[in-house]
């Protein structure tokens, strides 16, 4: 019997939000706009990995376009300012920001990795093992951004008995 | 008047520079650490210690709750006023973080607002500075 996941899409959604609340759309002007396309397409992507109670990883893929605003907005520039590392570090800080809130979701004992950044797209292959669970897939101005949780297949041990 | 102070302690600049934009509107001085160990190192090369310090729990070298202890057992650092600023939103992270001598706990994602909010509720900004 495998763990209860308790966190779903609109647990993902409602973090989401406040993400774009405070740091990317604090005026509320541009929010995601739901696609429900869990195949839209990313160039880069940042995760981290949770382990012991639920084991799995959150996954934060954009475009590079939407990657750069992102980076413009917690760093008040403009997305053609935005460097390499600057990108690299706000892609980290927002899969951080997700996994840490749904790590408070999960039953206790859970251990939340240091954010992995890859500037290339999302793909399977990155995450041997797992299997995509939930996820928050839209636009963002124009702009694919998704959010999704992979839980591994082997994560059957927990909260069996 | 001389300013207050503040240390930003993260190991992602591009939240360093958020909490900065912050503290410096209400007219702080900030300095900023990448992580716990950086922190100490800078608080010990000063003459002076920050009023506040807000901290990440996640960071490589010395983390959060691990700076705190540190922070906490020093005489010299003991009237700063110790913000964790972190994912770690779970109660029991929370009541480890208070019991190591943090004194407020702000979970990401924050907005300025509620960022200043409690940093009023602290005495440390006049209770109204958000309006």
């Known amino acids: 019997m ?42 880069v992507h940042s995760s ?23 980076a413009g907005a917690f760093l008040a520039m403009e997305p053609d300012e935005v460097g390499d590392e600057d990108l690299s570090d706000v892609l980290g800080e927002l899969a951080n920001i997700v996994g840490g809130n749904v790590k ?22 990155r ?30 041990k927990e909260g069996a008995e | 008047m001389t300013p207050m102070r503040a240390m930003v302690i993260d190991d992602s600049r591009a939240m360093r520079m958020i909490l900065k934009r912050i503290v410096t509107k209400l ?13 100490l190192d800078l608080l010990h090369a000063m003459t002076e210690v920050p009023e506040l310090a807000l901290i990440d729990w996640n960071m490589p070298n010395m983390n959060g709750l691990e700076f705190v202890t540190h922070a906490r057992a020093d005489p010299r650092l003991r009237e700063m006023t110790l913000v964790m600023v972190t994912t770690e939103s779970e109660q029991s992270q929370i009541v480890r973080a208070l019991a190591a001598g943090a004194h407020e706990y702000v979970i990401k994602p924050f907005t300025e607002g509620a960022m200043i909010e409690k940093l009023a509720l602290l005495g440390l900004v006049p209770t109204g500075a958000n309006s």
């Open chain 1, 2 to 43: 495998s763990i209860e996941v308790e966190v779903n899409e609109n647990d993902l959604a409602e973090m989401v939000e406040q993400v774009w609340e405070s740091y990317l759309d604090p005026e509320g002007v541009s929010p995601l706009i739901p696609t429900y396309d869990e195949n839209q397409p990313s160039e």
């Open chain 1, 104 to 125: 408070a979701m999960l039953p206790p004992g859970a251990l939340l990795s240091l954010p992995q950044v890859v500037l290339a797209p999302e793909a399977t292959a």
């Open chain 2, 27 to 39: 007219n702080f001085e900030a300095v900023e650490a990448g992580d716990g160990k950086e922190a």
């Open chain 1, 127 to 156: 995450f041997p093992g797992t299997e995509r669970i939930s996820g928050v897939y839209g636009m963002w101005e124009g702009e694919p951004v998704s959010i999704s949780m992979w839980q591994s297949r082997g994560d059957n």
């Open chain 1, 48 to 70: 981290v990995s949770i382990t012991g109670s639920w084991t799995g990883y959150i996954v934060y893929a954009s475009s590079v376009q939407a990657a750069r605003r992102a």
